[in-house]
């Protein structure tokens, strides 16, 4: 409840606040020393990360990556741009050999995958462990981002790529606070960038670069013929000149030794003339079964895990996520290595698998390969859920595999109770991240499984409050209420109105009705639940000490201060005995008892809390941290009112 339950990860110290993760902004305090080496640390030369090589064929985009130089230089240090066009016309490739050509142009040249606000959290993740391993490793992944955009506006002259971008949204928290270097972002949406940044249509090949994309990629090292130029002009038509496409199909023909010309009536393509109105998905499915057949015919194996790697997220799969499909690493990477040949996917460095979007599109489609991938991603993440000292990097390689997995599950599918163990283990560790705004999906998923056991099993209870609280925290309590209004209802029924689960579930509620702006019917819930609470854990239970706040803090919106004022003074006494006088909790009860004395009347009552208040949240939060500037201002607002200047 905003403003009543507190701050989230705080450091004793001195410290300096840094938001995270886009408009769910979550305030990240860092360390002394961290802030230290943020602003002293230099990347060394030729630092960053691209993903694989830019060294391969690069054809007809020379004009364009010429416009993209001058979009960035043109505009100073602050310069920003996007890329958007088909899936599989070759953004990336465009970017990461702009990347590439002018990386000594920069300071440090870092590439994000940007799908999601959290893809990009664990992008700039990896910048701080890149450039400050020291402390980095121990941290976790909020602490990590949060170093890297503090790195980032102490020092210039850095390019930051934000690949494959789905909401051009996510980006605004980024580019309104990193000024001193270029940003370039790819996106497959031609729509939301105005309001974020100039972007640049990329549209496909022309016919003779893509009859020299082709050629170049089917017969490396030499020259066609006449006969074979003209049957590469024929196949790059009927595909479109998209450039993936042209990439698989130059792929298959040098690796299997085919003429040009028997590919194409192999593939049943008809002549006809490519429309504006391509469809991507389409082009790539015409070839697919003749790619797939040459590749099983070399490696079995290697189809069985491109299946697999369908129902992932595209970029840095695990190899070890792999292994249970493989009898042996050798055979493993044998398998890889055909796929690699055949361009189906690429390698970022020795660990790590990428497939294009497109080609899993494409797959997924076929539905083969979901079983595999269950398998690999449950045994996975049930093995770090029951590992003690699994760490937070181990849990970022799985996470956005087994949430792809999740998000791909065929629509009405009740996954396995297996299945749905692991989803939970997901879920419960992102809410001990405090990140159960993203755990809506595995909540979904595990209700379906969990109600099989029926509308009243605990199972089924505990699963239908655990989705309303994801919905709650992501910001949407009118899908919490009926939830929450459902679970009360049948808790009552099976243990009373006084048990604690349904003391809780109550109290739950009553946060979505005020998070929904049902002030009236949150207090009254929380009147209930405070006599309850105290009954059922006592009066310094913190459960007990949330419940009054959360109370308070109603009475102080809805103007009943002298009720407020009561239930606010008790409970910062308690927090005093508890857990002392400057933990966060404790710093908030005493700025809103603070406030409701000025609301009151009565500034000077207010002034002396207020003070006492910013020392500590100076000290514990950093003089830089939004609470701590609102208790700055609040100060000075009351001494103003209060006649002390």
């Given amino acids: 409840m905003a403003g009543a339950s507190g701050e989230r990860a705080v450091a004793v110290g001195e410290s300096i606040g840094v938001a995270v993760n886009g408009d769910n902004a979550r305030i990240v305090v860092l360390p002394a020393d961290a802030v230290h080496w943020a602003r002293t640390v230099e990347a060394p ?128 928290p980024y580019l309104g606070t990193l000024h001193r270097g270029h940003h370039l972002a790819t996106s497959r949406k031609a729509t939301g960038w ?165 080609v899993q599109t494409v797959l997924r489609g076929r539905a083969e390969g979901r079983a595999d991938a269950e398998r690999v991603l449950q045994e996975a993440v049930l093995s770090l859920y029951e590992e003690e000292e699994s760490t937070a990097d181990q849990w970022q390689q799985v996470l956005p595999h087994i949430d792809a997995f999740a998000e791909n599950a065929p629509e009405g599918s009740v996954p396995t109770q297996t299945m749905a163990d692991a989803y939970f283990a997901a879920a419960q560790y992102l809410f001990k991240q405090q990140r159960d705004d993203q755990t809506i999906t595995f909540r979904k998923l595990i209700l379906a499984q969990r109600s099989q056991s029926g509308d009243t099993h605990p199972s089924t209870l505990a699963a239908l ?69 105290e009954h059922a854990f006592g009066a310094d239970h913190p459960n007990t000490l949330t419940h009054r706040q959360n109370l308070a803090y109603t009475y102080q919106l809805g103007g009943h201060l002298e009720r407020a004022i009561p239930l606010l003074e008790t409970t910062l006494t308690r927090y005093g005995h508890t857990v002392g006088d400057s933990h966060p909790y404790a710093l908030t009860c005493r700025h809103n008892l603070a406030m409701a004395y000025a609301q009151a009347g009565d500034p000077q009552r207010a002034v002396p809390l207020l003070e006492t208040t910013l020392a500590q949240r100076e000290q514990v939060l950093g003089p830089t941290h939004p609470y701590t500037e609102s208790t700055r201002q609040n100060l000075a607002a009351a001494r103003q009112a209060a006649g002390l200047g």
């Fill in 45 to 172: 030369q030729g630092a960053g990360f691209l993903p694989g090589s830019a060294s391969g064929v690069f054809v007809g985009r020379e004009g364009e990556l010429a416009e993209l130089r001058a979009m960035l230089t043109d505009h100073g240090t602050a310069a920003v741009r996007a890329i958007h066009g088909l899936g599989g016309v070759g953004k990336s490739t465009l970017a990461l050999q702009y990347a590439a050509r002018y990386r000594d142009a920069y300071t440090l040249v870092w590439w994000i995958t940007a799908e999601t606000a959290e893809s990009i959290v664990t992008g700039l993740g990896g910048l701080a462990m890149a450039l400050c391993p020291q402390w980095a490793g121990a941290a976790g992944p909020d602490e990590r981002a949060a170093w890297a955009l503090l790195w980032l506006q102490e020092h210039a002259g850095w390019l930051l790529v934000f690949d494959n971008v789905e909401d051009p949204g996510v980006l605004r």
């Fill in 194 to 358: 105005h309001a974020v940044a100039p972007s640049m249509a990329l549209g496909l090949l022309p016919l003779p670069e893509a009859v020299d994309l082709l050629s170049r990629l089917a017969f490396p090292g030499r020259a066609p013929t006449r006969e074979e130029w003209a049957a590469a002009t024929e196949l790059a038509r009927v595909l479109g000149c998209l450039p993936l496409a042209l990439e698989q199909a130059g792929a298959y023909v040098y690796e299997t030794g085919t003429g040009l010309e028997e590919y194409r009536r192999s593939l049943g393509l008809v002549l006809d003339e490519v429309s504006e109105g391509i469809d991507p998905e389409r082009t790539i499915a015409r070839i697919w079964d003749q790619t797939l057949g040459a590749i099983s015919g070399r490696d079995p194996l290697a189809v069985r895990l491109l299946e697999a790697m369908a129902w992932m997220a595209p970029d840095d799969i695990p190899r070890g996520l792999l292994e249970p499909l493989a009898p042996d690493a050798v055979a493993l990477n044998r398998a890889l290595g055909v796929l690699h040949s055949y361009n189906m996917v690429g390698f970022g460095g020795r660990s790590f698998v990428g497939v294009h979007r497109l």
């Fill in 465 to 533: 409050n655990n989705l309303a609280n994801a919905y709650t925290d992501a910001g949407c309590p009118q899908l919490a209420i009926p939830l929450l209004e459902t679970v009360v209802a049948r808790r009552v029924e099976i243990h009373g109105s006084a048990h604690p689960e349904t003391v809780t579930c109550r109290h739950n509620l009553a946060v979505a009705y005020f998070e929904a702006g049902h002030l009236e019917q949150a207090t009254s819930l929380l009147e209930t639940t405070l006599t309850q609470c």
